[in-house]
Nanobody, 125 residues
Framework: QVQLVESGGGLVQAGDSLRLACAAS????????MGWFRQAPGNERDFVAG????????DYADSVKGRFTISRDNAEKMVYLQMNSLNPDDTAVYYC??????????????????WGQGTQVTVAS
């Protein structure tokens, strides 16, 4: 079992930056691909960014490429999402997720086994 707790959400203005953090405990975090997803009201939960077990590979949704950066610190069991140049379309609940230990970046929502409770990000225009 891996427990995940997100933090860092809040209300910001368009153009601002925000860094989300995800603290992991239990399980085999160090060998697990991690991801960030987001869900706006009335929408499905969408992939935002993913990172492989050692941080050597990352992948992003087209809508956030060049603005968001995912990173991890296995020693501290933390995953981060740095979000720059935020716009109102980024408003959503952001979720951290962990997949079962494996190689590569995991893109599919159904492939993630553990989820955090989510943190709200609201970007005002």
């Amino acid at each position: 079992q891996v427990q995940l707790v997100e933090s860092g959400g809040g209300l910001v203005q368009a153009g601002d930056s925000l860094r989300l953090a995800c603290a992991a405990s239990g399980g085999s975090f160090s060998y697990s691909p991690m991801g960030w997803f987001r869900q706006a009201p009335g929408n499905e939960r969408d992939f935002v960014a993913g990172i492989n077990w050692n941080g050597g590979r990352t992948d992003y949704a087209d809508s956030v490429k060049g603005r968001f950066t995912i990173s991890r610190d296995n020693a501290e069991k933390m995953v981060y999402l740095q979000m720059n140049s935020l716009n109102p379309d980024d408003t959503a609940v952001y979720y951290c997720a962990a997949a079962a230990p494996r190689g590569g970046v995991v893109l599919g929502l159904d492939e993630y086994r553990y989820w955090g409770q989510g943190t709200q990000v609201t970007v005002a225009s």
